[in-house]
């Protein structure tokens, strides 16, 4: 099984910008499909981003798309979550999770029960 540890996180005004990170260890994290999530208080958890095991290929939400990027660096056994012009909506605690599916479309990975690995979070907070 794979371990996964989130770091990154902090206070941030509005526009400014983060990178989070994901290490795994245990297993190399190019045998997954990585995803990141997001929690905010009160809400419930939902889909961020994820990169796909099959072909590299990444996968969105609408509220991050062109801000956030996610990537890999099998060097590192790292993912990392670009995320720029921060807004006090993307105050959350952000999750890094491992899909043992490589090859599923897209709207597959927006599903939370479709990962089995999961980082312990991390806390963004986007000051206006």
């Known amino acids: 099984q794979v371990q996964l540890v989130e770091s990154g996180g902090g206070l941030v005004q509005t526009g400014g910008s983060l990178t989070l990170s994901c290490a795994a260890s245990?297993?190399?994290?190019?045998?997954?499909?990585m995803g990141w999530f997001r929690q905010a208080p009160g809400k419930e958890r939902e889909f961020v981003a994820v990169?796909?095991?099959?072909?590299?290929?990444?996968y969105y939400a609408d509220s991050v798309k062109g801000r956030f990027t996610v990537f890999r660096r099998d060097a590192k056994n790292t993912l990392y979550l670009q995320m720029n012009n921060l807004k006090p909506d993307d105050t959350a605690v952000y999750y890094c999770?491992?899909?043992?599916?490589?090859?599923?479309?897209?709207?597959?990975?927006?599903?939370?029960?479709?990962?089995?690995?999961w980082g312990q979070g991390t806390q963004v907070t986007v000051s206006s």
């Open positions: 245990g297993r190399t994290l190019s045998m997954y499909s």
């Open positions: 999770a491992a899909s043992v599916q490589g090859d599923r479309a897209a709207i597959y990975y927006y599903n939370e029960n479709n990962y089995f690995y």
């Open positions: 990169i796909r095991r099959l072909d590299g290929s990444t």
